[in-house]
Nanobody
Framework: QVQLVESGGGLVQAGGSLRLSCAGTGRTFTTYNMAWFRQAPGKEREFVAATRWISGTSYSADFADSVKGRFTCSRDNAKNALYLQMNTLKPEDTAVYYC?????????????????WGQGTQVTVSS
């Protein structure tokens, strides 16, 4: 019923920027809580950033300590889209990045709290 598709990944040199997009299909996710996670080979999926619906068009934003000050997360409900702007990229940011959505109020940093997932998009940062 709800599908998420990520795009915008690629290869970038350290210090560069990328903008990831997550496009949703199906019903609007205006009130859905949405997040970005990433997973590197041999490592567990980890939280990156999230937007949580408060009321109307008001949302809160949360970020992992490893990306604070470098990444920003935003959403466009009219387009059923979620974005992740990644600046000052580091080789440690290399991973597959996933978009996720939760119908209710999730434990924001817990992957198990989310109901829908995209297929992932590869981000590779060279040194």
């Amino acid at each position: 019923q709800v599908q998420l598709v990520e795009s915008g990944g690629g290869l970038v040199q350290a210090g560069g920027s990328l903008r990831l997009s997550c496009a949703g299909t199906g019903r609007t996710f205006t009130t859905y809580n949405m997040a970005w996670f990433r997973q590197a080979p041999g490592k567990e999926r980890e939280f990156v950033a999230a937007t949580r619906w408060i009321s109307g068009t008001s949302y809160s934003a949360d970020f992992a300590d490893s990306v604070k000050g470098r990444f920003t997360c935003s959403r466009d409900n009219a387009k059923n889209a979620l974005y992740l702007q990644m600046n000052t990229l580091k080789p440690e940011d290399t991973a597959v990045y996933y978009c996720a959505a939760a119908r209710g109020q999730p434990l924001v940093r817990n992957p198990g709290s989310y109901d829908y997932w995209g297929q992932g998009t590869q981000v590779t940062v060279s040194s």
